[in-house]
């Protein structure tokens, strides 16, 4: 892989020269001045004079390739919406999911995402895509047997399949086991797909007490335990799992959640866009030991795939709903898109050091957004928006140069082309 | 003023070429192609192939010089933040106020917005740094007394004053008068100041019922009076009254805004970061008769003055507390920034047909954010950021092409440089 020397940057104030080698951070020095160029074979040089060093993010809950399902059903209710869905899933195939997944990368690495944790149908085709673009995934199978014996029989034949296709070929992207939800999975294959996962050290991906009527249909089925209490009672929660939305928790589940050191990741988007709810016990779940974590849902729901943006909503709406302008400040808001998640991945990003994973963003600050006696960070996150990362570096490779992705228009134009091959059909 | 002619731009999902004229959109045809090219004297060719034609935005309630207080005090207490702001405000001079103003407004053209309502101090300087590039503005003379009769006797002379400096000036400009809010505004000025305005017909512009203690403190001075029953029975309330905020309501609260048709401006961004609350009452205000516009408050609560931001931030928040995800449809968000700012604003603003005023974006779809199967306002206001707006006319004037400002590396300069002079003060 080839070295990247990124000259005269600003990281936390300072000017620095940042040497990057095999993916990760090498060498952090002061900036040297123009004199001590470093050139070299293989070497991609960088003048990032005026330009701010930042973390890229993990968004560490999507489903990437709905980056072809935005628009739809808007401002209906959500069996209406559920059902425009459906009906383009139906007709889904592999080369969707991987033209799918290729738009949702390329709009990732313009709002500044270097890794992800994806759940979605096909894929090893969502693992290509990204493989190809240069972003890393952690990407699963999922299991989702809506209590259908012979569909739990079926599941598990194809997990373990699947596992054993992609587990000596993941290049940059890694494997785990999703478990859809309380409400489509059945105990046995809950069971299975736990243990199947942890006798390999693959991490779990669920979804978990998404909204109210979740909580009480599963109390109502279960003897009167939550969401939490009953994958607990399965032994399913752990610090390997990744728990999407963890949104309608009691003081109970949170104690759990935290105990278990569980990545409980948020998306406010999608929770405010579906009516699913807002109140994320952030601040309980971190003093009870939860990772907390940041995503933004798919494109069906929250309709880009921008951290940024879903870092700016977080934020505010929590200080609103707990009516307190200094809850959750900058710094914490920040570890929750990049050590937080890097934690949940199990990746080593989301710090500007050396020996950490290079996955950084150029802050191009030259703008209204950040003529401000402020702090950087707070004209970051609160004022300007993606357009302000003119370049990113994802696991030591460039992959976005002065707002340019390589291959952008023919990613554009096969996602037109996948999408009308899916409206045809339908 | 020059004409321009918009050449084979996407309206409603149509091909047409637009001509505007002296300010107006004169004419709207079918694209009539490319051999049948207008061009003549002073004429402006644009070729808009590809892209697409929306209204410019109305920001109905801003205080545009605090573009440069943004950033500081973040996370704080609502009494330190103040302390921060006041720590700079009592330094401010007609200079600052000047370039700030610029730099807002170069920040409302990067994201759409056409025309705003402006609140602050030194407004004849916002007014000239307004009609310097292009915008229009509703500025005013703010009644501020802090209950103290030397102070309003002042004011009084000070708003005639400035009334008859600017009245038979205002080029594209507009003039209001200010009523500050009834936590710091005495009977006698509130009196005065409506009637001042009446007489000559100004609008009003006021604060209403932001926070909940406003209410509270309101009802204890007043003999139980709400902000909105206190104003009313002061005679202020009309169809001129641009009522700021208008978040804190009672039943009877809407049936008054509704009977008088007051413009009620909802400040979604700066509401939730200030944890004054988020409930606004867009339905019940509308059914009411009241005019539901949107602003996004001054850089320093809400740090920017994106409206496309304030919008997705609007419907989705709107959503999530009714527990509707039906709530505020798309269609009635765009009109709360078109055209009921317009008709808040008293200008012709907010649709693109013939004998309205030219205020348009030119939007740029080729992006992963307009990739979709569902209708461009969704991806434009839920999906896109304003950086897809390529071009930017505002009555009738081209004030942005291909993201470009004429004097925009100016405008930062000069903004960087009033910063520091603010700063050597403190």
Redesign the interface.
Known sequence: MDSIFLKNITLDGTQVDILIEDGKIAKIRSFAGAQDDRRGEGMTVLDCTGKTAMPGFVNAHTHAAM????????????HD?LDHIWG?ESHLDRPFVFSATK??A??MI?TGTTSFNDMYWHSRMSMKATEEIGLRGLFSYTCLDNFDPEVTARQKDECAAMYEMVKDNLGRQRFAVSIHAVYTVSEPMILWATDFARKRGLRIHIHLSETRREVEDCKAAHGGLSPVEYFDSLGLLGPDVIAAHSLWLSEKDVEILGRRGVSCVHNI?S????????KFLCEELKDAGANVCLGTDG?ASS??L?ML?AM??T???E????????????GDLLDMVTVNGGKALGLKTGKIEEGWDADIQIIDT????F?????FL??YI??????CISSLIAGGRLVMKDRKVKGEKEI?SD??KA?ET??EQQ
């Open positions: 980056s072809l399902m935005r628009g739809i059903g808007e401002d209906m209710a959500l919406w383009i738009v949702a390329l709009e313009k988007n929770n405010l866009k579906l009516a699913s709810g807002y494109c309709n880009n921008d943006e700016k909503t934020a505010i709406v200080k609103a709903w707990r009516d307190d302008p200094t809850a959750l400040p900058l030259d703008s209204t957004f003529l401000s006696p402020g702090p707070a004209n609160y004022s300007a928006h993606s357009d554009l996602g037109w999408l899916i409206q």
